[in-house]
């Protein structure tokens, strides 16, 4: 009788302890809060801001990259990471997009999606946007309070990086095309052309900027998407261009340019030292680009004048952020390195576990990177949120 009331017990407590872990599962699933509304966003596009300059500026970043948090994943990157409402976004390849909290790294919960988001994901207000890879081809607008899928329409291969605009959503295409598309699901135009449309488009003045892999840089009316002109460049276009007092682009033969947005005229093209893949990162003096010669360069906003070169000696596929006069810059092999915008000097440097592939991001304050080995680490002032030794935990979120 004995042995049989042991038996039962570790019976049930198993049953109880596998409850425990269904209902935990089932509490993982991600539900904005009302009050996370009003918490600012400071880095809601692939590029910070519709202009894609990929900066923001200094609030209290030291350019430290001691290890403030670090969670590990089980999928690496699907797409660009971005901020909202006081959350870092991951969408993964494992067709889940997770959010942790910026401050501490806690995990606020997850969505499932029905492939794998592949262009990251972008909010307004309380609705998300984010497209699936090939074979699903599907644009989804999902209401975070209540998870509830709002519409759904078919979108071909969509490029990492969506943006929106004067209230549409504006997606661009691997088929070579880019359209938009009113929030509530109804789409207002489309242009296609040859080539593939890598690269997401960028916004400033009245115009939308889409770079081809064909070396043309389409720019369109965001209202009609007419073509206002076009301008033909030396290699392929492959990531957003930035728009600064220029608009900044760089291609695969390694040549960056400064072009007048008003007319498309290059006021200027430089040449580096390896392919670019990246987006430059613009200040009001200086545009910093990464090539995958290992190179990060800084050069004069107005001219395009070199100014200084820094050396890393690994492949740099990810686009370099600026916060303040801090340049921060990521590499294939995992390492991460602030440099002193003015002069290149290194202020810190630190290596992560896997390659970064997707750019970095930052709320002014520290910096966000993720590798394809599924870690997401924050990096910055390492004494900022409490006992460092609180702040070394790596923590499985599950599958």
Not at 106 to 120: A, C, V, W, Y
Not at 228 to 245: T, W
């Amino acid at each position: 009788m004995e042995l049989l009331m042991r038996t039962a017990a570790i019976v049930f407590t198993a049953c109880l302890l596998g409850f425990v872990i269904i209902a935990g599962g089932c509490s993982n699933r991600y539900k904005l809060k009302r009050e996370r509304l009003d918490i600012p966003s400071p880095w809601p596009f692939v590029r910070g801001e519709v202009s894609a300059v990929g900066s923001a500026p200094d609030i209290a970043f030291s350019g430290r990259l001691g290890l403030v948090w670090e969670k590990k994943t089980s999928g690496k990157p699907a797409g660009p990471l971005t901020i909202y409402h006081g959350a870092l976004v991951f969408a993964d390849a494992k067709k889940k997009i997770r959010f942790y909290d910026l401050a501490s790294g806690d995990h606020l919960g997850r969505l499932k999606s029905k492939g794998i988001p592949q262009t990251g994901v972008v909010i307004q207000d309380s609705i998300a946007f984010y497209s699936l890879s090939p074979k699903e081809n599907r644009l989804y607008a999902i209401n975070l309070l209540n998870r509830k899928v709002l519409w759904q329409t078919d979108v071909k291969d969509a490029s990492p990086g969506s943006i929106l605009v004067n209230s549409s959503l504006i997606v661009s295409s691997g088929q070579g095309e880019i359209a938009a598309w009113s929030l509530d699901g109804l789409r207002q135009w489309r242009f296609s052309a040859e080539g593939r449309f890598v690269g997401s488009a960028s916004f400033d003045d009245g115009q939308l900027y889409q770079p081809s892999d064909r070396g043309v840089l389409y720019v369109l009316s965001p209202s009609n998407g007419n073509l206002i002109y076009q301008v033909n460049l030396d290699g392929p276009l492959v990531a957003p261009v930035a728009i600064g007092r220029l608009a900044y682009a760089g291609d695969t033969e390694g040549n960056v340019y400064g072009l007048d947005p008003a007319t498309g005229n290059v006021v200027w093209r430089t040449t580096l030292d390896g392919p670019i893949w990246t987006s430059p990162a613009v200040t009001d003096e200086r545009v910093f680009v990464g090539h995958s010669g290992g190179q990060v360069a800084a050069l004069d906003a107005a001219t395009g004048r070199p100014l200084w070169t820094v050396t890393v000696d690994e492949v740099i596929k990810a686009s370099p952020v600026a916060i303040g006069s801090t340049v921060v810059a990521a590499t294939a092999a995992g390492l991460v390195v602030s440099l002193n915008g003015v002069d290149g000097s290194v202020i810190d440097s630190t290596r992560v576990n896997g390659s970064i592939d997707v750019p970095p991001v930052t709320d002014g304050r520290r910096v966000y990177v993720a590798t394809s080995r599924g870690k997401i680490t924050c990096l910055g002032d390492r004494y900022e949120y409490g006992k460092q030794s609180d702040q070394r935990n790596l923590t499985e979120d599950g599958s």
